[in-house]
């Protein structure tokens, strides 16, 4: 499955999720329409015109202004991220310090799976009062998802069967679904707003008074009472079709999203016994919020209460029998274990503070062989071997440090200080001043200790410590921003991996903090229109730590790997004709591009950095910005490159 073809068609499916909205428009307006014939004559006793062009015009427009009102509304609520829903569902963040072992190792899971994936660690929420085995990931993009789980998945599942399940919904944010999903959420709520206004309507009449001897009074509650109930039924029209777009959007996407969680974890047997468990559990998937039912598209399994009889998911047994076809038809017995309270940040008495990573090896059914960069981009380049290693290799005191939002800063400027001793003290010296001095004390130690990491590693610290950044006040990230700046032109240059650290915080920290409005432009379809930018990234990436014959080579190597270019025709530029600017500009152009655009460049730049068999530092940090600025992810694929150039080193 590849990751930018799936994001194609999920961009095209947008477009049907139009198309269905505006037919569920037009049978809302003629339900209405058709209401309010029939209440005005069985009101006054006038039998109307069938067909009355006026009243349909303005029942025409007040109807469309409602629901369009209602959806921009809702997008706009939405642009925050995927905390809104999460918290609108009754979770709570879980939080690094957390006391409950099931929740310390929710915590390692998803990071492991976000280290694994080469995505920042998205925020995890739980949703204590369900006791149903279910899931979802939200947000409009991979900076500012979030995970949530019921109370009934942390306690019922194993290690193993969560690993699927959070593996199914990393492949939702992966693949572009949690973005559409989240568009979904505005238009079912625009196609709902008039059941909303039904109901609002329906409830006043209970606080009000009927007189006998006010007939206009009387005729007014009555005509309010009609309104009302004529809203509600055309709302529950609207929640018909709401549930059909919603089966219409999910079904096929739940199918892809098991497959991938399969081949990203390569281990069938957890994912298949989540589900097995699932239909073993008496209260099954259900989510007992009267918001479950508007986002149920969005859920690991079935989770609405209303169902309006259609699915938005496959049926349990055919997506078990599809992963595990010698299944015998019998489901998992099991039994919520008593829970005990806890507080807002998930304490409880008698649990250990923190529980580190497990470590445990990966399944025997997972391939510990890392694909060539030749597949950059497909679902099979996802490596949880891979991860789980750059993962445990990561000392236990800067797990620590990034999970607390002063250490985690501490940690992003003891990766960025110069190694000359002079600048270094410069730097330090700066930071103590505008930082102050609590937040510097171990900072020279502490680079000292980074300096020999490899990128892989500095950049899966970077990934942990991004949602601990993002819980910064506006005015801590805003100090951040600036030291940050600061830091970086202090030398008076910009080297790729501090090009790296700083545009990928700009990007994950400010859509928390500087939301973007309005949509997002839409870019080229074609790479003729792109042919400067292109030629800009590919020659940045040959000449990465090669000389004029090498670049050469690895230019071509990426050229002849690659096509056809539609209109471009690539040339290697002069190592001195760009600069920084010139290389953020052509970010800027590619994340904008169409999904098959984006996979051809970064699937150029990574042939150009595998041409001489070794993955550097600098290609992998390079490699990383541009999968990032373009709104993809790269895998930790350099682990065995690393080990080879460790040994070569050592001999």
Known sequence: MNFFETQDRARRRTKWLVVYFICAVISIVLAVYFGVIFGTTLISGAKLE??????????????????????????????????????????????????????????????EMAIASGTPVPLVYVMDEETGINAFAAGTDPSNAV??????????????????????????????????????????????????????????????????????????????LLVGLVLFLVGAIGGFFARLIQAAVSRQREFL??????????????????????????????VKNPQGSAVSHMFFAE????????????????????????????????????????????????????????????PASTMNAVETLGHLGDEEGWQLSSGLRVCNEIDQRWRKASQDRRQAQVLIFAMLLSRDLQQRKVQV???????????????????????????????????????????????????????????????????LFEFMLKHALTRHLSGNFAPLSGKAPSGPERMGDLSSAGDVLLSLMAWS????????????????GWGPYEGWEPRLLP???????????????????????KQTILQMCGLAAAEDGVLTSEEAELLRAVADAIGASVPPFVYEERAEESQAELS
């Open 429 to 495: 010296e700066g930071l103590r001043k505008g930082m102050g001095s609590d937040y510097v004390e171990a900072l020279s130690e502490w680079h000292r200790s980074l300096e020999s990491l490899h990128s892989t590693g500095k950049i899966a610290l970077l990934d942990l410590c991004i949602p601990t950044l993002r819980q910064l006040s506006q005015p801590e990230y805003e100090r951040l921003m600036q030291m940050l700046d600061w830091v970086v032109a202090t030398d008076e240059k910009v080297d």
């Open 147 to 224: 995970i949530g789980v019921t109370r009934g998945c942390i306690e019922l599942l194993s290690r193993s069967e969560l690993q699927g399940v959070i593996a199914h919904e990393f492949s939702h944010i992966r693949n572009g679904d949690m973005r559409l999903n989240m568009r979904l959420i505005g238009f079912i709520f625009g196609i709902l707003i008039l059941m909303i206004v039904g109901r609002v309507l329906l409830s006043s009449m209970r606080y009000a008074r009927t007189s006998r001897d006010s007939k206009e009074g009387n005729g007014i509650l009555a005509v309010v």
């Open 575 to 597: 190592e001195d004709s760009f600069d920084t600017k010139m290389v953020v500009a052509a970010l800027a152009e590619f994340e904008v591009a169409a999904p098959l655009i």
């Open 50 to 111: 069938p067909w009355d062009p006026g009243l349909f015009l303005f029942i025409t427009g007040v109807t469309v202004l409602l629901i369009l009102g209602g959806t921009a509304y809702k997008f706009a609520q939405l642009r925050q991220g995927g905390k809104v829903v999460a918290e609108g569902l009754g979770g709570r963040p879980v939080l690094p310090s957390t006391g409950d072992l099931k929740e310390r190792q929710l915590l390692n899971v998803v990071e």
């Open 545 to 560: 730590g090669r000389n004029s014959e090498t670049a050469a080579k690895a230019f071509e190597a990426a050229v002849d």
């Open 303 to 362: 989770g609405g209460l209303f169902r309006w009889g259609l699915a938005t998911h496959p049926p349990l047994q055919v997506r078990i029998q599809a992963l595990d076809p010698a299944w015998t038809q019998k489901f998992d017995t099991v039994s919520l274990p008593a829970v005990e309270m806890k507080g807002r940040d998930g304490s409880a008495s008698g649990a250990v503070a923190n529980l580190a990573p497990s470590g445990a090896a990966p």
């Open 257 to 286: 999203a098991d497959s991938s969680a399969v081949q990203f974890t390569r281990d069938a047997g957890g994912l298949t016994g989540a589900r097995k468990k699932l239909g073993g559990w008496g209260d099954h998937s259900r």
